[in-house]
């Protein structure tokens, strides 16, 4: 998979190796960190994520921390959560893995695997993930396998193929990594994702979820899509190709959103890349929120309306229906119309003042009983409905051209509104 080159070389991962460890923990700033180092029992060594993002200067302001202890990391965590106030946290019993919650961080312990740190980190997913930072006096790197090499190259390389096989969600892991990070899939890894496909339902629904979602919302989200595809990963629970999918699909992300502001964006191409990616049913398998899958299946439906002409032919009802489902996810619908309309759509969405695209009942139904005498009941409701298209098309102005509109109304249909 082509992507685009990393950041510019970070100085740490060009310094002399006899420094690197020094400059990386000046990195890390462990004194800002909630628990003291000399805390940490003996042995201990940060690994993972927290020593990639510091030697690509990408760290957020309170990293999660990954450390490997030498045995019992559940009964040192529980001693850290007294020592320092925080809560401890099972992760695995079985595994000896604990989690400490304290002031706003986390920070995993986990026993090491194998006799060494380099025999533990061998059995990590990526190169890139099997680098250690020794938390001793005098500070070590510790990278068996070549991740600061692959770090340089903005490569993801498998340290070893049996460790994708061991936890297939490694195999969706690394596209995701791609897509945070803007690296390539090194060329030995990607024939991998394809031949291992079919195991990744092996994997916890919740853990492809989290990685899917977090998929979407990356910078370099595009191109890591492209490659899902061809691994056939998200097979078993992908959206069907329809006529508009896949016009959707043979323009790029960026041609299609170029007129979205950059909080318009946000808000919608994750909400685009998951309906894209994941049938209703797949959403549901992976166990996404309610309200994620209610926005794609709003989405996806209106999608599959589309008329050409911008809806141009809708009765008022389903066109003020539409806005009141998708609401602010409005932008995610208007990417799929020709350039113009979209400009015309979308100035309409930027006026919070536009009834229409921004619809609310004019009048509500207490007020409506207490002020004509209408009683409760489904006349009332068709009413406000009423109510509403009329507002939504600019045909009501003021509280009392709503009340005559209403009693018109009413005068007209409650007879046969209360007989039906």
Known sequence: MHMPPPAAEDPI???????????????????????????????????????????LNRL??????????????????????????????????????ARLVVKGWTIDLARREGASLEADLQRRDYRIN?????????????????????????LLTAVAEQNLIDDPLRLLRGLRLAAELGFAIAGATQPLLALHSHRLPQAAPERIQAEL??????PWAELAITQ??????????????TANSKALADRSIEQQTTLLSDDEREQALPLLRLTALLSDEGLQQLRFSRRQIQRCRRLRAWQQRDDGQAYAELPNEERLQLHIDLGA????????????????????WRNPQDHLFHPRPPIDGNTLQKTLGIPPGPALGRLIKHLAVEDAFGRLE???????????????????????
């Open 13 to 55: 991962l060009e310094a002399d190796p006899s420094v690197q460890a020094r400059l990386l923990l000046n990195r890390l700033a462990p004194e800002q960190w909630p628990v003291p180092l000399e805390a940490f029992p003996a042995g201990s060594a940060l690994v993972g994520g927290a020593v990639r993002d510091a030697l």
């Open 60 to 97: 957020s302001a309170t990293p999660d921390l990954d450390l490997v202890v030498p045995d019992q990391a559940l009964r040192q965590t529980r001693d850290l959560a007294k020592g320092h106030g925080g809560a401890c946290v099972v992760l695995d019993e079985g595994r000896d893995m």
């Open 130 to 154: 099997a680098i250690a930072l020794e938390l001793t006096p005098t500070p070590r790197l510790v990278d068996p396998t070549g991740g600061l090499n692959d770090l340089k190259a903005g």
């Open 213 to 218: 979602n977090k998929l979407v919302r990356a």
């Open 228 to 241: 899902l595809h061809t691994s056939g990963l998200p097979q078993p629970w992908a959206a069907s190709t």
């Open 329 to 348: 996810d409005l932008p995610a619908l208007v990417v799929q119309f020709p350039p113009e309309q979209q400009q015309t759509w979308l100035d309409r």
């Open 398 to 420: 003021g509280q009392q051209a709503v009340l005559a509109t209403a009693q018109s109304w009413w005068q007209k249909h409650s007879h046969s509104s209360l007989d039906a």
